[in-house]
């Protein structure tokens, strides 16, 4: 195949290494903001070469990993020189927007896009963490315009095979924002908030498994998750009140010293971790 990677960060450079490391014979070409970075992607052998508008349309598939707005600009930009016989993803954190436009963009210029979310990452940022193996048996969403084309997804996983993801979840735009609010957006808010607080300052010699999860995704990249929290900000809002009004039960429980009305709420929070994801 022959494959462009747009933005050579975390996400754009693992997805480059996994066409040029796990699988022989693909040519892989890299566009990245700062021209630095493409030169150091090319000089490290993580790409063959630069994308270019003359060799762009050459693409079986092209993989944009940037922020939402600037993949949206970077498909507007170039929306005349895709191969009208690839396929073009996205590997944005929210989907409604940038389907909308991707999809409106493919249509009126004849070739294919389809919104995608890999569900993988570190909690740094930056080509020299990627990874060939980052996205080894990681889940991918996705999100077609057409969910009756079957052959179209089949096309996107053979496409993206080399990047070895353990499964494909088909979702609406709709959908994947509203469930990525819980299970993504809200765990880094928390932990972001969370770890404000100034017992935080003492935490060493106190602190183990749990607080390291519940802190580890704390660490991240504020202008990226601005971005991704305004854009879905309904389904976080309503994330956020959900959790404040079960935190306030809490609270009044302790406040009254109320031990079985506190016991059973963490009995219903035990019971509902066993429901969702097993003992």
Not at 134 to 139: D, K
Not at 153 to 171: I, Q, T
Not at 227 to 242: P, T
């Amino acid at each position: 195949m022959i494959v462009g990677i747009v933005g050579l960060g975390l996400i754009g450079a693992s997805f480059a290494k996994a066409y040029k490391e796990n699988q022989e014979g693909h040519t892989v070409y890299g566009w990245n903001r700062t021209e630095a970075t493409a030169d150091k992607a090319k000089e490290l052998g993580v790409i063959d070469d630069k994308l270019t508008d003359e060799n762009l349309g050459q693409c079986d598939i092209v993989v944009i990993s940037l922020y939402p707005e600037a993949t949206i600009k970077w498909m507007e930009d170039h929306k005349d020189k895709f191969n009208k016989n690839g396929v073009v993803i996205d590997a944005c954190g929210t989907k409604r927007w940038v389907c909308k436009e991707g999809f409106r963009i493919a249509d009126e210029n004849g070739f294919e896009f389809v919104g995608c979310h890999p569900m993988a990452g570190t909690k740094f940022s930056g080509m020299e963490y990627a990874r060939a193996n980052m996205y080894h048996g990681a889940p991918m969403v996705v999100c077609p315009e057409n969910h009756d084309d079957k052959d179209l997804l089949e096309r996107v996983k053979l496409l993206l095979a080399p990047c070895e993801f353990g499964s494909y979840c088909l979702s609406t735009p709709e959908e994947h924002d509203r469930v990525i609010a819980f299970t993504s957006q809200m765990a880094h808010l928390v932990s972001n908030a969370y770890i404000k607080s100034p017992n935080a300052l003492n935490h060493k010699g106190f602190s183990a498994g749990s607080y390291k999860d519940m802190t580890r995704v704390a660490w991240l990249n504020p202008e990226m998750w601005t971005q991704l929290f305004l854009e879905n900000k309904d389904n976080l809002i309503f994330e956020i009140d959900y959790l404040i009004e079960e935190l306030k039960k809490y609270k009044v429980a302790m406040e009254n010293d109320d031990h079985d009305e506190l016991s059973k709420l963490l009995l219903e929070g035990k019971e509902r971790k066993e429901q969702v994801d097993g003992k």
